[in-house]
């Protein structure tokens, strides 16, 4: 049985490196990395008493990772502005976190090599817990200045509604 249901002459996997990052409506400029979707549901083990030698397990919380989005410095404000709602240093008291917006959802887009969208993942609840701004500078070294955020969120799920695209 093929692995794509549309393109069953298809034997290869998708690539990693053609992406997009939407928030707000908005695509968000020049996102270069984004990490891995990764959920992970604790164990809860537990044991009869009249059965010492058998351990029993069942699902116990889940919790998904943060996501990093990493991209290279531009004047683009869109990581600047998501971080400021969060914590914005001399706004005044009880003005520092915009209570109402400091959270988005957001969606990541996955397309295959000829640039057709082939998978979307909406992101629930996300908020910035890390903003770098800058990296650190170095004038012996011959790199693109990266800045970064860090999304905490409430969980993701595969948008079944985008279908697998018809390739030729």
Not at 1 to 20: C, G, I, L
Not at 30 to 47: D, I, K, N, Q
Not at 111 to 116: D, I, L, R, T, V
């Amino acid at each position: 049985m093929s692995e794509f249901t549309v393109n069953p002459a298809r034997v290869d996997p998708y690539k990693n490196y053609k992406f997009r990052v939407k928030w707000d409506g908005k695509y968000v400029a020049g996102v270069s990395r984004v990490s891995a979707l990764v959920r992970t549901t604790e164990v809860v083990e537990h044991r009869e008493g009249g059965d010492p030698s058998a351990l029993h397990k069942s699902p116990g919380l889940t919790k998904y990772e943060p996501i990093t989005l990493e991209r290279g410095v531009t004047h683009d404000p869109a990581f600047e502005d998501w971080a400021n709602l969060v914590w914005k240093l001399g706004a005044g008291l009880g003005a520092e976190v915009a209570l109402k917006e400091f959270r988005k959802d957001i969606i990541i887009e996955f397309y295959n090599e000829a640039g057709q969208l082939a998978l979307a993942y909406k992101v629930h609840r996300c908020w910035v817990s890390e903003y770098q701004a800058l990296p650190d500078l170095d004038a012996n070294a011959n790199a693109v200045a990266i800045q970064h955020i860090k999304l905490e969120n409430e969980g993701w799920e595969r948008d079944t509604s985008v279908p697998e695209p018809v390739e030729s």
